[in-house]
């Protein structure tokens, strides 16, 4: 199994600074044939079901704002967020989806400073 | 629009089964795969497997082998998940999710299942 893991674990950002979360597999996602990244990254907000924001690393899903962006490659991906609102707390999940069982990071928890 | 709606909670003792039910709407049932992820409380996500809506084609994790079922009733546009032989570790909310190529992009509202004696 690719094992996902998140750093870090909480995170507390002041309203409209940057927030930065990190995402490490244990191997690489990315599948040379297509040229694709596997890996999305996901908001969950209390009592609701995960969001996705981001897949292919770096697509951003219909809606998302644009202050939301993911990078990475292979082994290494990031999400950052942008001109933090208070709407973007919440914890958030980076997924691999390259291979089952689709594993997801632990979470990492997003708040206002 | 589309939507995946879940049955609602349940509570079942130790050594019992539960189905959970997610029907489709907004979209051709049979042109994307339904996956199971489910989420202890105050826990992250747990991917359980994924059945096709076109073909019935199944993929299990392998810690749920031997006591999970997925099923899809494409007449009503539905997908089912069975889990048996319940432990109190499976207490946790059930999600379905829409997969089509991408990863789960619509989800259900989830299913609390409680496993109490």
């Known amino acids: 199994d690719i094992v996902m893991t998140q750093s870090p674990d909480s995170l507390a950002v002041s309203l409209g600074e940057r927030a930065t979360i990190n995402c490490k597999s244990s191997?690489?996602?990315?599948?040379?044939?297509?040229?694709?990244?596997?890996l999305a990254w996901y908001q969950q907000k209390p009592g609701q079901p995960p969001k996705l924001l981001i897949y292919?690393?770096?697509t951003r899903e219909s809606g998302v704002p644009d202050r939301f962006s993911g990078s990475g490659s292979g082994t290494d991906f990031t999400l950052t967020i942008s001109g933090l609102q208070a709407e973007d707390v919440a914890v958030y999940y980076c997924?691999?989806?390259?291979?089952?069982?689709?594993?997801f990071g632990q979470g990492t928890k997003l708040e206002i400073k | 629009q589309v939507h995946l709606v879940q049955s609602g909670a349940e509570v079942r003792k130790p050594g019992a089964s539960v189905k959970v039910s997610c029907k489709a709407s907004g979209y051709t049932f049979t042109s994307y795969t339904i996956t199971w992820i489910r989420q202890a409380p105050g826990q992250g996500l747990e991917w359980m497997g994924w059945i096709s809506g076109y073909n019935g084609n199944i993929k299990y994790a392998q810690k749920f082998q031997g006591r999970v079922t997925m099923t899809t009733d494409t007449s009503t546009s539905t997908a089912y998940m069975e889990l048996r032989s319940l432990r109190s570790d499976d207490t946790a909310v059930y999600y379905c999710?829409?997969?089509?190529?991408?990863?789960?992009?619509?989800w259900g509202q989830g299913t609390l299942v409680t496993v109490s004696s």
């Open positions: 997924q691999q989806y390259y291979s089952s069982p689709q594993t």
């Open positions: 191997q690489s996602v990315f599948y040379s044939s297509n040229n694709k990244n596997y």
């Open positions: 999710a829409r997969l089509g190529g991408a990863p789960p992009d619509v």
């Open positions: 292919w690393a770096s």
